[in-house]
């Protein structure tokens, strides 16, 4: 029959069947759901911590009694409690300077409650600046800390201010010129700001495609052996081939799996991009949330690994699940699959500390490595277009690879029933088929 010529279109029908029966389930609708949904809550976390602690702030006042302080000094000490705050985020530390006169008043506002802690700077017969905090607050807390640390530094402005200095001369910008050596070089250079938010990007897309393949591949060796365990495909196999059997379970299942991931990833978008104009809503302030320039490489340099690794790991789990009669020896027959997962995936989680060196730069074309390195070099900036685009090539000639492999391995394992399975019998079953 010309049906069971190529893959099509038995494959498509098979494939739209096991598309079906995966996406009008209950649990996958209700479990799309709320994944999207704490997708989209998970990027509304750096609102709902500036809502709780946006109305939080330590009040600290600094009685002075002494003279001679810095011109600055208000501006250091503040500006140390303050570091970190965003544009037009409310400071977390409130200060008012009194001075000697006014310390009654201040140990009286302490007692009182209307300030939160009070700080008497003096100096001693050196003429160093002393330090005295009166606080009911924990000695080892977080304000503490904070409000000895900015002590601490206007002790380093007044010593610089009295050797004829300032932190502001020591920190001005000198007269380094940087010269890139290959000034056709295609690297990205990123601040170190830029460094931390792409490492942090990178991980999760990374862990993103980890689970993708460890769960939907799970999902194709799954349908697989139930439709062997039912005796279904013995029927299935008078109307169709082998190895059009193995494209639809593979396409099937695959969509249903990807349609899911790119709801999530949907509302994961959706979040960082209302993250912005949410908290002005509700808090009426600038947020610094939403993707940078850089990430939106990155998340399309994402979707075609994402889905040229899964279509690599969902063949053969396919083919591994076909030597097993039953859903229970699932496991164990793609214990060898979920080794050089996790090989790869630990391997690139290395690789984001050392993301110039050679072994990374080799392993990243490597096809099943690749969804996961070459992911984590573009996310750093390191990667040229053709790198990437050898990369894409080698991963769809590994795939066609894949799929002779993986349809000689379906082509018997369908037919082998009550076997246990071993390298032995994945081998023979391989040479056996044609």
């Not at 991009?273 to 949330?289: E, K, V």
């Amino acid at each position: 029959m010309n049906t069971r010529r190529g893959l099509f279109p038995n494959a498509w029908l098979i494939a739209a069947r096991e598309y079906r029966a995966r996406a009008s389930s209950r649990s996958f609708v209700v479990g799309t759901i709320l994944l999207a949904a704490l997708a989209f809550a998970a990027t509304q976390i750096p609102v709902l911590i500036d809502a709780v602690t946006g109305n939080m702030q330590t009040r600290v006042s600094v009685v002075v009694e002494t003279s001679g302080l810095p011109s600055d000094s208000q501006f250091v000490f503040s500006g140390t409690l303050n570091a970190g705050t965003s544009s037009g985020g409310k400071e977390p530390y409130s200060v008012t300077w009194s001075g000697a006169a006014a310390l009654s008043d201040r140990q009286s506002a302490l007692e009182h409650g209307g300030t939160d802690a009070l700080l008497i700077v003096d100096r001693n017969a050196a003429k160093d600046l002393t330090f005295t905090l009166r606080t009911d607050m924990p000695s080892d807390g977080r304000q503490v800390s904070v409000i000895e640390t900015a002590a601490r530094m206007l002790a380093v402005e007044d010593g610089l201010a009295r050797a004829g200095t300032s932190t502001a001369a020591l920190l001005a910008p000198s007269n380094l010129s940087v010269v890139p050596v290959s000034p056709t070089g295609t690297g990205t250079a990123l601040s170190v700001t830029g460094q931390i938010s792409s490492g942090l990007l990178s991980t999760g897309l990374v862990v993103l495609i980890f689970m993708a393949i460890v769960t939907y591949g799970t999902w194709v060796a799954m349908s697989v052996a139930e439709e062997k365990g039912s005796r279904v495909m013995e029927l299935m196999l008078n109307a169709t081939t082998p190895s059009q059997m193995l494209a639809g379970k593979v396409l099937g299942n695959g969509a249903a799996g990807l349609s899911q991931y790119g709801v999530v990833i949907g509302a994961l978008v959706a979040g960082m991009l209302a993250q912005g104009p949410i908290h002005r809503a509700i808090l009426g302030g600038a947020s610094t949330g939403g993707p940078g320039p850089l990430e939106w490489p990155v998340l399309g340099a994402f979707a075609v690994l994402f889905v040229l690794g899964f279509l690599l790991y969902s063949l053969l789990y396919a083919a591994l699940g076909s030597l097993v009669s039953r859903q229970e020896d699932v496991q164990s027959a793609t214990s060898p699959m979920m080794i050089l997962v996790m090989i790869g995936y630990f391997m690139s989680i290395f690789a984001l500390q050392a993301i110039n060196d050679t072994w990374v730069v080799v392993a990243s074309f490597i096809p099943f490595f690749s969804p996961y390195l070459m992911l984590a070099r573009v996310s750093a900036g390191h990667v040229a277009a053709w790198e990437f685009g050898l990369a894409v090539v080698l991963l769809v000639a590994a795939i066609g690879v894949a799929l002779g492999f993986a349809a000689r391995i379906y082509s018997a394992g369908v037919l082998l029933y009550g076997q246990r399975v071993g390298l032995r019998q994945v081998i023979g079953a391989a040479r056996a088929s044609r």
